[in-house]
């Protein structure tokens, strides 16, 4: 009798110590994406002696390169912002993003007609800091990021709200006399609210890393032209939970994105 109960009780503690190991079990995966990218945008800016302006803006991407899933069009941007320049060293920006998703060899029918899957919207706040000395402007802009999805999503793989903090860095340089205008910048994303098993040793974690070079060409009074190189370091955690919640699977994504530009200016 004795006997049948510790066997009862080993039996019991087995079945424990099996369901604490699947739960704490991770399988570890990383996956790499090599791109180069394409990019075209034009801005409308239009400004008033208040210190207020309006601007729209329109982007698109294409990769003409993609490790994964080969060349395509990649997302829109379509972009209203509302600035404002309390004094001559800050400026606030409020905007929303209009983001369409590009659909690639890996989209199914169904997921192409149902447009939660491709649609994207994003709101933003920052604050920008700037000072100019005699041949360069130096700046910090700090921005708050909501992106929000209306698809399906585990809630415990991911957010159907993503907050982010943008901070960048950068540097206009002023040539006396010239048209051209070179700059450089450098930003880094790190995420505010990913969810508990996304994050990284229990912490939120940078999410890209990106610095843009280029010059900008003023070809009228009232418009310019952008050219520029961009190298993005993307870096991204999914989880996949399995139904019984005792199995968790982990992929580091890791993005190398290159890409060239041309950008077309109108402020008036």
């Not at 007609?113 to 920052?126: P, T």
């Not at 100019?132 to 793989?157: C, G, H, P, W």
Request: aromatic share 16%.
């Amino acid at each position: 009798m004795v006997k049948s109960y510790r066997l009862k009780l080993i039996g019991v503690l087995l079945l424990c110590s099996i369901s604490t190991f699947a739960w704490n079990y991770r399988s570890e995966d990383v996956v790499t994406d090599n791109v180069a990218q394409l990019r075209f945008g034009t801005t409308f800016t239009k400004k008033w002696r208040t210190g207020l302006q309006l601007g729209v803006s329109e982007d698109l991407w294409f990769d003409v390169y993609n490790s994964e899933v080969g060349p395509h069009f990649r997302k829109s941007y379509t972009t209203v912002d509302l600035g404002y320049k309390p004094i001559e060293y800050v400026k606030l920006d409020l905007g929303y993003t209009l983001k369409l998703l590009g659909p690639d060899s890996t989209w199914s029918d169904s997921k192409k007609a149902d447009a939660n899957e491709w649609i994207r919207h994003r709101l933003y706040f920052s604050v920008t800091g700037s000072y100019t000395f005699d041949y360069a402007k130096i700046y910090l802009r700090e921005r708050v990021q909501l992106d929000m999805r209306t698809d399906s999503v585990n809630l415990l793989e991911k957010n159907k709200y993503d907050l982010f903090l943008r901070s960048r860095v950068g540097t206009d340089f002023i040539i006396p006399g010239k048209p051209f205008k070179p700059y450089l910048w450098v930003e880094l994303i790190n995420t505010l609210n990913a969810p508990k098993y996304q994050q990284k040793n229990g912490n939120q974690f940078i999410c890209s890393v990106r610095t843009q070079i280029g010059f900008k060409w003023r070809i009228t009074r009232l418009s310019s032209l952008d050219f520029f190189y961009r190298f993005t370091y993307g870096y991204d955690r999914d989880i996949n939970i399995t139904r019984t919640k005792g199995y968790i699977e982990l992929t580091e994504e890791k993005l190398y994105m290159h890409s060239v530009g041309v950008r077309y200016n109108l402020d008036w």
